[in-house]
């Protein structure tokens, strides 16, 4: 089932939770609404649901005005706590679903417990039928969750930060797990994760929000590889900042200066570049034409196959940090204390009066041999 949203605008009070909100969501795709604390995007996912009415909008499945019932839009809601009747085993609460409709549609008791049993098949958790939630793990009450929603087949499967509760390694299990899932049932979904990491890993889409806004919606390969904002390069993985001023097609970030001619109108207009710790080389000696900044060495940490450096820029006295694997720290053979040149790959420009355009940079092309 595809999901059109147009023009969706909802106010608790003074507070602007959406403001027009319009998105498309094909059928069978798995959706991130990605976001801050506050930034509207578990109070889009209850309008879907029914379980909330927008002010202003409009909200189609396959072609169709919503129905304004939530128990009639044929929606599965997964909740981050879980939502289990604690009085009731894990058959009976998947089951509870097909137990309560109307007569008229309410399944046998066999077909019930095939369904319940297939299910469980689904999730492989056979075994856990007649246990009571109080004795399974977190990792466990979520996908017995997950089972309940899909129980009752639902056209649209909705997830209310469904791992976030749980610890990190059984976050990323589940998550792994929840796409595999997805791969073979298909079920339009859509989940709302404040974790980058989580969105990335698993959506076909990424909806990037804040402040009841959408920054930018695309595939995780564009949202991080492409940021339409400022706020979306920061919200996607660490990044260095660079400020600076732009004039007649060049950029000044610093001790930097590079061409810029998709900026030949500006005028001194002040100018921000970022640039991910992963995408900049160390040099052992400066090269020619400003595309180097010197910098010293002030700390060295090793993160598991990854070594990132602290550097302290000699010039200006900001912090840059840098990521490499531990091969290349190894054969580059740095310690803390060291003077490197900092060259940036990746440059993405944005002018500060033009904050919703991004300008990516060229790449730079080197003279001297990265360290």
């Known amino acids: 089932m595809s999901i059109d949203i147009q023009g969706l605008h909802k106010r ?38 029914g379980l909330e009415t927008a002010d202003e909008g409009n909200i189609l499945f396959d072609g169709e005005q919503a129905s ?18 604690q009085h009731m085993t894990v058959f009976e609460n998947i089951a509870f679903g097909l137990r309560v409709r109307p007569r008229s549609r309410r399944p046998s008791e066999t077909q019930i417990r095939a369904k319940v049993h297939e299910l469980l098949g ?7 039928a007649p246990r009571y939630p109080s004795q399974l793990s977190g990792g466990q009450r979520q996908r017995i969750a997950l089972a309940r929603a899909l129980a009752v087949e639902p056209h649209v ?7 976030g509760a749980l610890d990190t390694k059984v976050r990323k299990e589940l998550r792994r797990w929840l796409r595999r899932l997805h791969d073979e049932l298909h079920v339009t979904s859509v989940f ?10 698993v959506s076909d889409q990424i909806v990037v929000m804040n402040h009841g806004r959408i920054e930018q919606i695309g595939t995780p390969e564009e949202v ?13 993985g660490n990044i260095n900042l660079f400020h600076g001023r732009a004039h007649s097609g060049w950029v000044r970030l610093g001790g930097l200066r590079l061409q810029a001619p998709e900026y030949q109108d500006a005028q001194h207009v002040p100018a921000m570049a970022y640039v991910r710790p992963h995408d900049i080389d160390l040099l052992r000696e400066p090269e020619d034409g400003d595309t180097t900044i010197p910098a010293r060495i002030t700390r060295i940490s090793i993160l598991g196959s990854l070594v990132r450096l602290e550097l302290l820029q000699t010039e200006d006295g900001e912090i840059t940090e840098v990521e ?9 053979q740095l310690k803390t204390g060291d003077l490197v040149f900092v060259k940036p790959r990746h440059l993405r420009v944005f002018l500060q009066e033009e904050e919703n355009q991004t300008t ?12």
């Open 12 to 49: 608790f009070g003074n507070f602007v939770a959406l403001e027009n909100i319009n998105l498309e969501i094909p059928a069978g795709q798995l959706v991130a609404l990605l976001g801050p604390s506050g930034c509207g995007k578990t109070t889009l996912l209850r309008i879907i649901a």
């Open 68 to 85: 304004q019932h939530a128990r009639d839009r044929r929606v599965g809601f997964v909740f981050q706590h879980y939502a289990l009747f």
């Open 122 to 128: 689904l999730i492989q958790l056979e075994w856990l």
């Open 157 to 163: 499967l909705l997830l209310d930060e469904p791992f």
């Open 192 to 201: 709302v994760t404040h974790d980058q990491e989580e969105a990335l890993e």
């Open 224 to 236: 991080y590889d492409a940021p339409a904002t400022p706020f979306v390069y920061q919200f996607l």
């Open 324 to 332: 490499m694997t531990r091969e290349r720290f190894a054969a580059d």
């Open 360 to 371: 990516p940079l060229p790449h730079w092309q080197g003279h001297g041999d990265g360290i």
